[in-house]
Each structure stands twice: as structure tokens, then as C-alpha cells.
């Protein structure tokens, strides 16, 4: 049983899981809660401190998301972040106004209190701000402990009540000094041990999944990436040859893909793996569809109508093991607060509502750099913990516009060469992502003397730690250079070659 917990409130920001990742991070379990949590769950939960999350809302508007005011008289610490800290300020006595000027990404932070919270923190620090209001007047009991040029507020303290609040982000990697202030708060404010580790989570996860499971059997799908390999190892412990793992080979797989990871999860593991070809289904029903958010809801569809085929050659299936994420979940859905959706996933949205399995997710609470701790623990190869994430969807998403066997082909053999190279030149390991993108134009080139008109590829490339947030990779000309040159040459029907070079956000990782 875990006693040190830390509660997020999420009031709705993309970075509300950044928030529990971080947390967890440090080796304090963590959980998320929406906004409007019922106090009786709140205490039953058994929180050591809570963290207002950030959010899209002003305070003053209509229908801003509040929690019950009686979280504050729990006697508990309480950090609030950006619109959790106006909104600490609002209900408990102090002025929440329309700042003259928005302020939105780096600004420097300069502290005002060496102590508590920023205990060992620089007295001026490069933080992350993204807020168009700010407290123009401190509740009763608060004192300003840190300012910015914008913000005579940036943060702000009640130590005899243990609420504390800042106007930035310190969970995004953009603020330097943000995990020792993270961690200030959950240690020394909160008085959290490092109790949660990714050991102590596999013998909890093992113990609920045979639970859960009881006497029936799991199907399990693979999809050759990370996630959904980590799933199957981590069902397969708990429950050993109870379990069917299904890779369903869609034909908009990267190349070699399927056999390679049945290849390596039989060697290593020993599972029951059965590959389904149903390329021919799922190109069928893609013709004709360029709208990305139809593409994963037929893929979704088609997904599980294929599971559920397979199911049932199977006796005494129940349960449908899933490798969803933490990140999957918030950019699908309004999954435990109002946070904005942005894309749908098909191992989260997509799902039949008359489908027979039930499901298991036993990674949804976790983000991909914790399934990589979780995959190393569990005795895993590198070749699969280490492998750049790969979407559900697979190459649909990336092959804009029509989905063909013969662009899906084209697309397959670019990706190729981009693994290729980047791997040859030493900077898989240092990448989030590489891959190939086919555009939906062409255009004019030269080739032997001959005018041509052939297709275009974009190359995507980002660092990132957790695919919240992500800068485009500064790849070496030369490798870009071998890159283009390998693609045109050899790739028939592609003439361009571009780099895109957009971040998250703006942009996204994927280009649907």
C-alpha cells in the first residue's frame, strides 16, 4: 500500500499529466483527479498534498472550473500553477485582473525567498509562463516570494497554511530550475518519501491484472511498438500463458516491422504471438479518405473488428490488453478534467461500443519514458524499449491524402533510409522521432536530363523526454544530405526531399 500520494486537480492544461509525470518522477506516486472531485474522494484518496493545475479559463468566466471549496480546509499543502494559483487567489480573498500584456513563453524569475519552495533555487531563474491574467492583489495571509518584469506576482506564499502558488509552469522542461521546485514541494513541504518506483508498480500492476482477469484469457495487441510490448511482457507475468498476443498487420507497417517483433517477443519471452494479415481490409476501407480523424476512426474500427474475429477462435477470452498512455488519453479526450482535445487516438477513442472484450490498460497512468524504466525492469530488450514511438494508426497518418498500397510503398521504403541513416550516424538514441512523411502534391524536377513530376517527402525529426513538448532535431547537413540523395535515388516516384522544422507546440510530432 503506497501512503506518500500526491493529488493533481486538473483544471483543463495540455500539461496537467506533465504535472503527475513529474511527480512520479521524484518517486511520489501521483494521481489526477478532475477539477470537480468530490471532497469524500479526495479524502479517500489520502493525498499528503494537492497541486492545482494550470487551464485554458480565466476565473471570471462563465462556468470556470472550481473545486469544492472545501479542499482548502483539508489542512493539507496546496501548490497552485498558473490558473491554479488565480484561482487560489480569487476564492480566498485576493484580485485576479487582465494582465496589460499576455506573457507567454521564457521570462526571468527573480526570488524573493531562498526557502521552502525554492530552497536551493537561483535567485534569478529562466522560467515558462503562459498566461493572460495575473493577481493584482495577494489574499490575506500571503506574502509575494517571486516577480517577473510582468508579474509584481509570480508567486506567492501562505506558509503557515502551507498553500504556495506560481504564476509559471515549473513541470515543462522550459523552466530550468523546475523539478527542484517541484520536488521543494513534495518532499520538504508535503514531507513525501520516495516510495514509488518502477518495481514497486509492476508487483502492484501484476497483482490488479490477475485480479481483474481471474480465470479467463487476454488477447493482446501488438503493434511493434514500444507501448503495446510492454503491455503484453507486463500481462504476461502476471497471468503467464493465459495470454494471446495478436499483431495485426494492417499493411501500414514500417518495413520488416511484423516479424521482427514477433521474432524477438517469441526468442526473449516466449508468448503466444499469431500475426493477422489483413492488409487487404484495412486499404479497402481507407480509399478514397484523406480526413486524418476518419482515417483513425476506420483503423480503430477495423482494429478491433480484427481482434474480435481472432477472439473468438480463442476459448475463454474475456479481456483485450491495450498499451494506451498517459499522452494518449489527454490528446483524445477530456479524460479526467475539461483539457482541449486535440486528436483522437484509436487505442483510446476508436473503441466499439459493442465490443465483447473488456479492457485492460495497465500503462495508462504512465508516460513513455516511465514504460521504457518499466520495459528495463521487466528484462526486455533494447532493440524494443529503445525503438522511436510509432502511432496506432501507423503510416495512414503520415501518407496525407489517399491511402494506396502503392503510396503507402513509396512512404515505407523513405522511412526506411531516414531510420537507416539516422541509425548509421549514432542519433537514433539521441531522437524522440525520425520518419518520413508523403505529401499530397508533387512537383517539378530534373532527373537524366528529363523533366519530372514525382511525389515529395518530408523528413520529421524531434528531441523530446516525454512527447508533451518536443523541439525539430538540428541533424547534421551531411546526414540530411545522405538522407535526400538515398530517397530520390532510390526511391522511384520522389523528385523532393524537405525538412520540416516546426516544434510541439506549435505544431505537432505527427503531421495528423
Known amino acids: 500500500m503506497i501512503n506518500d500520494k500526491i493529488l493533481v486537480l486538473d483544471f483543463g492544461s495540455q500539461y496537467t499529466q506533465l504535472i503527475a509525470r513529474r511527480v512520479r518522477e521524484s518517486k511520489v506516486y501521483s494521481e489526477i483527479f478532475p477539477f470537480n472531485a468530490s471532497i469524500e474522494k479526495i479524502k479517500f484518496f489520502n493525498p499528503k498534498g494537492i497541486i492545482l493545475s494550470g487551464g485554458p479559463c480565466s476565473v471570471y468566466d462563465k462556468g470556470a472550473p472550481a473545486p469544492d471549496m472545501e479542499v482548502f480546509r483539508l489542512g493539507l499543502p496546496i501548490l497552485g500553477i498558473c490558473y491554479g494559483m488565480q484561482l487560489m487567489a480569487h476564492y480566498l480573498g485576493g484580485r485576479v485582473a487582465k494582465a496589460v500584456k499576455r506573457e507567454y ?124 510490448a510492454v503491455t503484453a511482457v507486463l500481462v504476461h507475468e502476471a497471468i503467464g500463458d493465459a495470454i494471446t498476443c495478436i499483431f495485426v498487420d494492417n499493411g501500414l507497417l514500417r518495413a520488416g516491422e511484423a516479424k521482427k517483433v514477433e521474432d524477438t517477443l517469441r526468442r526473449n519471452f516466449h508468448m503466444d504471438i499469431r500475426v493477422v494479415d489483413a492488409s487487404e481490409i484495412f486499404l479497402k476501407r481507407l480509399k478514397g479518405v484523406k480526413d486524418p480523424e476518419r482515417k483513425r476512426k476506420i483503423i480503430g474500427n477495423e482494429f478491433i473488428r480484427v481482434f474480435e474475429a481472432e477472439a473468438m477462435k480463442i476459448k475463454n477470452v474475456g479481456f483485450l490488453a491495450q498499451g494506451t498512455l498517459y499522452p494518449d488519453v489527454i490528446e483524445s479526450t477530456s479524460f479526467k478534467g475539461p483539457s482541449a482535445v486535440i486528436k483522437s487516438h484509436h487505442n483510446v477513442g476508436g473503441l466499439l461500443k459493442k465490443m465483447k472484450l473488456k479492457l485492460i490498460e495497465p500503462l495508462r497512468e504512465l508516460f513513455k519514458d516511465e514504460v521504457r524504466l518499466l520495459g528495463k525492469e521487466l528484462g526486455m530488450p533494447d532493440e524494443i524499449i529503445y525503438r522511436h514511438p510509432f502511432p496506432g494508426p501507423g503510416l495512414a497518418i503520415r501518407c496525407i491524402g489517399d491511402i494506396t498500397r502503392g503510396r503507402t510503398e513509396v512512404l515505407r521504403k523513405a522511412d526506411a533510409i531516414v531510420l537507416e541513416e539516422i541509425k548509421k550516424a549514432g542519433l537514433y538514441g539521441e531522437l524522440w522521432q525520425a520518419f518520413a512523411v508523403l505529401l499530397p502534391t508533387k512537383s517539378v524536377g530534373v532527373m537524366g536530363d528529363e523533366r519530372t513530376y514525382e511525389n515529395v517527402i518530408a523528413v520529421r525529426a524531434v528531441t523530446s523526454l516525454d512527447g508533451m513538448t518536443a523541439d525539430w532535431a538540428k541533424i547534421p547537413y551531411e546526414v540530411m544530405e545522405r538522407i535526400s540523395n538515398r530517397i530520390i535515388n532510390e526511391v522511384k516516384g520522389v523528385n523532393r526531399v524537405v525538412y520540416d522544422i516546426t516544434s510541439k507546440p506549435p505544431g505537432t510530432i505527427e503531421w495528423e
Not at 115 to 121: G, Q
Open 105 to 228: 513563453g521564457k521570462a526571468e524569475l527573480i526570488v524573493g525567498d531562498n526557502s521552502d519552495i525554492f530552497k536551493k533555487v537561483s535567485k534569478k531563474t529562466k522560467v515558462w509562463m503562459s498566461h493572460g491574467d495575473r493577481i493584482e492583489k495577494l489574499p490575506k495571509g500571503f506574502s509575494v516570494i517571486g516577480h517577473t518584469d510582468n508579474s509584481p506576482i509570480a508567486a506567492m506564499a501562505n506558509k503557515e497554511k502551507g498553500f504556495y502558488a506560481l504564476q509559471f509552469h515549473p513541470e515543462v522542461a522550459h523552466t530550468d530550475e523546475g523539478k527542484k521546485i517541484l520536488r521543494n514541494f513534495v518532499y520538504d513541504i508535503c514531507g513525501c518519501k520516495q516510495t514509488w518506483t518502477m518495481k514497486s508498480f509492476i508487483e502492484t500492476s501484476k497483482k490488479e491484472i490477475k485480479e481483474k482477469v481471474a480465470d479467463r484469457r487476454v488477447i493482446c495487441g501488438i503493434s511493434g511498438g514500444v507501448d503495446s
